[in-house]
């Protein structure tokens, strides 16, 4: 990691529309999600927005862009589409990585008219490319061009000491429920990928799309065992857990094996400011390797109408 390393957080830019699709593509659940998007979700999220963070995140020099999900409002294949070239101007596959949202596994859906749009951003290492330690843990590699499926996660990317671990909590619910689970495969997988890479004395860093911490969100929005995942972070520790969801900064804590872990969820990155607090941000963070372990330092960029672009805000987000 050569002493430091900066990457940062973006999620849940729902920056695609469904305008001029035609109300027959809208059944089932889509129907109530285009409704959703008429009245108001339009309204909330603004692709210029986006540009803007994208811009400012390149003016960062960072080195790795980390991103939760909630791309699209339905999962239609446009949406799809159009995601991926916001991805592009993110950055290439080897600096941007990404899980799915719950609006990205909106209804069951073909992978090739979906996910597998967003491929190269969404697959892990392969195993040929881990240590050997990590390569007899890591999930079966899905076919070359495919994005991972639900039951090809945990996911994980490595640059130097630093190993992110991408979860996927996205699965299709019936109408007007949006929660997630892991399930016990991935929650094992999980359990032991993060022992190793504590035993390697790695910097772990967790995506997941819904927040984990208990009573965070209502039961038909909420990760529905985060209790057991909580219990891994107990047993065997993350150094930082990243989210979204929620399209509002939150932080809270849980025990870990040699202390507290950063549980952070980060605003939408397209987001008007159509309610206080939830105003466009993304978060950048600053590890930098010190004896004995890492300083974790962090930064809130906010969009300022004013001015159409993102600057720093100066409020705490790791107190």
């Known amino acids: 990691m050569n002493g430091e390393f900066r990457f940062a957080h973006l999620s849940d830019w729902h920056a695609t529309s469904l305008a001029g699709g035609g109300l027959d593509r809208f059944r089932g659940k889509r129907l109530s999600g ?35 999900g909630d791309l699209t409002h339905v999962s239609l294949e446009r949406e799809f589409e159009v995601a991926a070239g916001q991805l592009a101007k993110l950055g290439s596959p080897d600096e941007v990585f990404l ?6 596994c909106y209804v069951r859906t073909d992978p090739a008219r979906s996910w597998d749009h967003w491929a190269p951003y969404l697959r892990g290492a392969e195993p040929d490319d881990l240590p050997p330690s990590l390569a007899a843990l890591a999930s079966p590699s899905p076919p070359k061009g495919a994005a991972p499926a639900f ?16 979860l996927c909590s996205s699965i299709p619910t019936p109408i007007f ?19 190793e ?22 039961a038909r929005r909420a990760l529905w065992d985060g209790e057991e995942l909580c219990g891994i972070l107990e ?7 990243l989210h979204g969801h929620k399209h509002r900064r939150r932080l809270h804590r849980v025990p870990g094996p040699t202390g507290d872990v950063p549980i952070v969820g980060v605003p939408s990155s397209s987001e008007v400011g159509s309610k206080p607090g939830k105003r466009a941000q993304y978060h950048l963070y600053h590890v930098r390797e010190e004896a004995g372990g890492f300083r974790l330092e962090a930064e809130i960029r906010g969009y300022d109408p004013g001015s159409g672009e993102f600057e720093a805000v100066a409020e705490p987000l790791l107190d």
Request: charged letters at 25%.
């Open 34 to 68: 285009w409704a959703s998007w008429a009245l108001n979700r339009r309204r909330y999220h603004d692709p210029a927005i986006l540009d803007a963070a994208i811009r400012d995140v390149h003016a960062q020099a960072v080195d790795r862009v980390l991103v939760t």
């Open 235 to 241: 047993r065997v520790g993350a150094e930082l857990v």
């Open 99 to 104: 899980i799915p949202g719950n609006h990205d």
């Open 177 to 195: 429920v949006a929660g997630g689970e892991l399930g016990e495969v991935q929650r094992d997988r999980l359990e032991r990928l993060l022992q």
């Open 197 to 218: 890479l504590g035993d390697q004395g790695r910097f772990r860093v967790v995506l997941i799309h819904h927040p984990i911490a208990k009573g965070s969100e209502p």
């Open 151 to 166: 039951g090809d996660y945990p996911t994980l990317r490595l640059h130097d000491r630093l190993a992110v671990i991408g």
